[in-house]
């Protein structure tokens, strides 16, 4: 019995996820983006017990993934470029740990579009990947303070 039990935080997790897709789909804003920060911290929670086996940049990875419910409700209220800073979020932290991206991929460039229609998308890409920070506050000056300010063309 020298074995110490984990609190079941993903359960819990769970929940509080299926609450915030419904209140989504009831469009009940403010009540799902509680629902979906209380899961965040859920998570944080669950990674950060002993035992988890979690380093920091799998707790960033597994926090940053409740940002694709963030990004979504700002989609449904319009806010673009909220919502692409939230997904570009996501984006950049599974592009660093080396998870599958595919699907965030093609959700990024999606959002791309909603906000920076005529602008290259590729370019944004790469410039994200390449992003030291990796921090949401970072990743948002990006999306929507330096980004919108840089040059056309980049010198190679």
């Not at 970072?138 to 999306?143: C, G, Q």
């Amino acid at each position: 019995l020298g074995i110490k039990s984990m609190i079941d935080y993903l359960g819990k997790a769970a929940t509080k996820k299926q609450k915030g897709k419904q209140a989504v789909k009831d469009k009940k804003f403010d009540d799902a983006w509680r629902y979906f920060n209380e899961q965040k911290v859920l998570y944080l929670n669950h990674a950060t017990q002993s035992g988890s086996g979690f380093d920091r940049l799998s707790t960033m990875v597994l926090e940053a993934s409740v940002h694709v419910d963030f990004a979504n409700i700002l989609r449904l209220e319009g806010k673009y470029e909220s919502a692409l800073s939230h997904l570009s979020y996501v984006y950049k932290l599974n592009f660093i740990a080396k998870r599958p991206i595919a699907t965030l991929e093609k959700k990024l460039q999606t959002y791309f579009s909603k906000v920076y229609d005529k602008e290259d998308y590729l370019r944004f890409r790469k410039l994200l990947e390449m992003l030291k920070g990796m921090d949401f506050v970072a990743v948002r000056e990006f999306v929507e303070l330096h980004y919108p300010q840089l040059p056309k063309v980049i010198e190679d």
